[in-house]
């Protein structure tokens, strides 16, 4: 039972009646944007392999422990180390201590083309720990020697597309351009987009 119809089943006391009506609008527009293709209209994402890649990806894991402890341990540090240098880096452009801009990092990505990405510690910190964890996941493929080649890049392909899928671009919330546009149009730009 999807949200709406839930909420459609719930809304039949008068009292809540104007609650949900704007509810309403608001949670099917966010069931929508769940239920859309996130990576581009036309390019399906196959959820049940993307299932069946991570399920590769943890089973290898957990058949080498000593590997996997250690690959746990190695991104943890980096990620903690990654929001230590981030909020360091905050504090001293705060304090005037540092350059006003912050390093740009995350290459020629477009995705955190913003300045938001650079220069908010909490973008930022969103954006380093996005691009540890998919490069992370993404390098598990390319570390399967006991796969064949055609295993390797059906592996790696699937992997990418969940990478792709959960980009903290995609969700309104973390997407620094579309809350600024949303401010800017009084979210009718957010509107249009559901219209399409």
């Known amino acids: 039972m999807s949200l709406v119809s839930l909420l459609a089943v719930c809304g039949s006391s008068a009292r809540w009646r104007p609650r949900i009506s704007t509810l309403n609008s608001i949670l099917r527009a966010t069931d929508d944007a769940l239920n859309r ?22 089973l290898r894991s957990i058949c080498r422990p000593e590997r996997a402890v250690a690959a746990t341990a190695d991104f943890n540090m980096r990620q903690v180390q990654t929001s230590m240098d981030t909020w360091n880096e905050a504090w001293q452009r705060l304090c005037g201590l540092a350059r006003p801009e912050p390093a740009a990092s995350g290459g020629a990505d477009k995705r955190f083309a913003a300045p938001e990405w650079q220069g908010h510690p909490i973008y930022r910190t969103l954006k380093e720990f996005y691009l540890l964890a998919s490069d992370w996941l993404l390098r598990q493929a390319s570390e399967a020697e006991d796969l064949s080649p055609a295993e390797q890049q059906h592996l790696d392909f699937h992997l990418r597309q969940f990478v792709d899928a959960m980009s903290p671009t995609l969700l309104l919330v973390s997407n620094p351009v579309a809350l600024r546009r949303a401010v800017e149009t009084g979210a009718r730009a957010l509107w249009r987009e559901r219209e399409i």
């Open 37 to 58: 293709e996130p990576v581009a209209p036309g390019y399906p994402v196959n959820w049940a392999e993307i299932a069946r890649a991570l399920r590769t990806v943890w």
